[in-house]
């Protein structure tokens, strides 16, 4: 694979995981619900309605 390929599918890839992450917040404002996220180890959960959309 060269550079350039590799290059555009890491783009694409970035490119699909923000839209799905997009889209999960915007599903779980619209429910209340709550993301779970690990900080230096610990298990953090965080309202949806706090973060912000991309």
């Known amino acids: ?3 350039e390929k ?3 599918l890491r ?3 970035l ?3 923000k ?3 997009s889209r999960l917040l915007v599903s ?6 709550e993301l779970v ?6 298990i953090v959960t965080v309202k ?3 973060l912000s959309n991309l």
């Open 1 to 3: 694979m060269t550079n």
């Open 6 to 8: 590799a290059r555009d």
């Open 48 to 50: 949806a309605k706090e």
């Open 19 to 21: 839209l799905s992450y």
């Open 15 to 17: 490119k699909g995981i």
């Open 28 to 33: 779980k404002q619209k429910e209340d619900g």
């Open 37 to 42: 996220f690990s900080q230096n180890g610990k």
């Open 11 to 13: 783009a694409k890839i």
